[in-house]
């Protein structure tokens, strides 16, 4: 059965196939089946308790999945056998919480993982951090604790740090969900100079105005399904069914 679905999707940098996800009684996840193609940025949105976060954590394993099967640039992840930490790196990670090193400086919490994780040089990790800071408009804040940094400051800190493990596609789960509204336009420019370069993106995200400039398709899901999915401005601009109505009615 999955034979034939993976081979209208070779191209797939994400392959999701029937996938559930329960915790205890309560089912989440109710049979997803989405992809991402390579350099395409996939928006997905919908109200809070219907499984966006949840799938995005199950993409990399965050979160194990009840069933289902999840394909990595054509690795499935999902195979009891494989390793699961050599295809995590090719994914970079953005949360809602900053999740940043408050003892290390910026330029520390950029340069550790390389060096561990990627067995690079302090010279190299740390060139490779400094090239990160300065796409994200912080070269001037290497030297700061993530204490002494503004909320939107410290979510381009973080996503400076998951670039700096050059990875093939970036995850960001509602990234400026937790920033106060005036620093949530910096945050979002630099996702919309990702996006320009051809980064492949998914995107959980409540924000409509993202979705609609920068999204090459939008999922909406509710209550652990994917009701609609298409084109940015055909699911925003005209949905067709009464749920993506109902809830766009309420954000738009």
Excluded: W
Excluded at 7 to 17: F, H, L, N, P, Y
Excluded at 105 to 120: D, G, M, S
Excluded at 128 to 141: C, Y
Excluded at 201 to 218: I, L, S, Y
């Amino acid at each position: 059965m999955t034979t034939p679905q993976r081979q209208t999707r070779t191209d797939a940098a994400i392959d999701v196939i029937e996938l559930h996800k329960h915790f205890g009684d309560n089912e989440v996840l109710k049979g997803i089946d989405f992809h991402v193609d390579n350099g395409q940025v996939v928006c997905v949105i919908g109200p809070s308790g219907s499984g966006k976060s949840t799938l995005l954590r199950c993409v990399n394993l965050l979160e194990q999945p009840t069933s289902g099967r999840i394909f990595i640039e054509g690795d499935e992840i999902t195979d009891p056998d494989v390793d699961v930490n050599a295809i995590r790196s090719r994914i970079g990670m953005v949360f809602q919480q900053f999740n940043l090193f408050p003892h290390l400086t910026v330029l520390r919490n950029l340069t550790i993982a390389q060096q561990r994780v990627k067995k690079r040089g302090k010279d190299e990790a740390v060139e490779i951090a400094r090239r990160n800071l300065a796409k994200v408009g912080l070269s001037e804040k290497e030297g700061a604790y993530p204490a002494h940094l503004s909320g939107g400051q410290q979510q381009r800190a973080a996503m400076a740090r998951a670039l700096s493990m050059d990875p093939d596609m970036m995850m960001f789960d509602e990234p400026t969900s937790a920033l106060d509204p005036e620093l949530v336009g910096d945050v979002l420019g630099v996702m919309k100079d990702l996006a320009s370069e051809g980064m492949t993106m998914m995107v959980v995200t409540h924000e409509m105005g993202f979705a609609r400039e920068v999204g090459d398709k939008v999922v909406f899901m509710d209550d652990g399904v994917i009701v609609e999915e298409g084109d940015p401005r055909e699911v925003l601009g005209n949905p067709q069914h009464e749920r993506t109505q109902a809830f766009l009615s309420k954000v738009l």
